[in-house]
Each structure stands twice: as structure tokens, then as C-alpha cells.
């Protein structure tokens, strides 16, 4: 969904829950708000935006949407697992969002399996 308050020609407010808001801002917009260079993430990574999703069904609708508005799905299949399922796609000015559905049972299982792995 979006936020018409805070869309214009210059920004996107995309709204993916309660409490969860994504700005897309045009290069010119963004730089009012760093004096850093903008980086070119097509030639580097700066991070990866995983997205929790509450279906495999929702991984799959929201990169499907994101490759047909011309984003690029950057890995050749899912990562599938009995618990968790992700996919991953580059959007136009080559950031990486990967959608990620985890079975609610593991999602409270991992961090302490995270933690004794760590250790």
C-alpha cells in the first residue's frame, strides 16, 4: 500500500504494516538528507532488505510484482526449507529485498539455536 502524505515525484511511502513504512526517494530528494555520496549498488553491496512475509504466497506476490514494475530476481531459484522460504530480487537502482516467509515455530527456535551455534 502507499502513503500519499509522503508520495510525491520525488518519494514513495510504501506502507507494509502498522509499523513498518519504506521510503523510496529519488537521488536529488535523498541527497537533502546525507551529505555521503550516494552509493551506485549496482557496483556494490551495502546491505540486503529482508522483508518478513506471512505466506510463501506473499514471497512470491510481492517479487513477482517487484520483477514485473522491472526489478530483476537475482538468485536462479528459492531458498526452500521446511521452515523458511525467501526469494531475492534487485530493484532498479540495484538494492537487494528479499522476501522471507519462516514458519512461526522456528522463527522462535532460531535464535537459540543462532546463540549455541555461536558459541
Known amino acids: ?9 520525488t518519494a514513495a ?13 529519488t537521488h536529488d530528494k535523498f541527497s537533502q538528507f546525507t551529505s ?11 546491505m ?4 518478513s512475509q506471512e505466506s510463501r504466497e ?5 517479487t513477482d510484482k ?4 522491472g526489478g530483476r530476481e537475482v538468485r536462479d531459484k528459492s531458498q526452500d526449507t521446511a521452515f523458511m522460504y525467501s526469494r531475492c530480487f534487485e530493484d ?9 516467509w519462516m514458519h512461526p ?5 532460531v535464535p537459540e539455536a543462532f546463540a549455541n551455534s555461536a558459541a
Do not use: Y
Open 92 to 100: 532498479l537502482d540495484g538494492h537487494i529485498w528479499e522476501p522471507l
Open 13 to 25: 511511502c510504501m506502507v507494509f504494516s502498522e509499523t513498518t513504512f519504506i521510503m523510496l526517494l
Open 105 to 109: 515455530e522456528a522463527a522462535v527456535q
Open 66 to 69: 517487484a520483477v514485473a514494475a
Open 1 to 9: 500500500m502507499n502513503q500519499p502524505k509522503f508520495t510525491d515525484e
Open 48 to 51: 540486503l532488505l529482508v522483508i
Open 36 to 46: 555521503k555520496r550516494i552509493a551506485d549498488a549496482h557496483m556494490t553491496s551495502e
Open 58 to 62: 506473499a514471497v512470491d506476490a510481492i
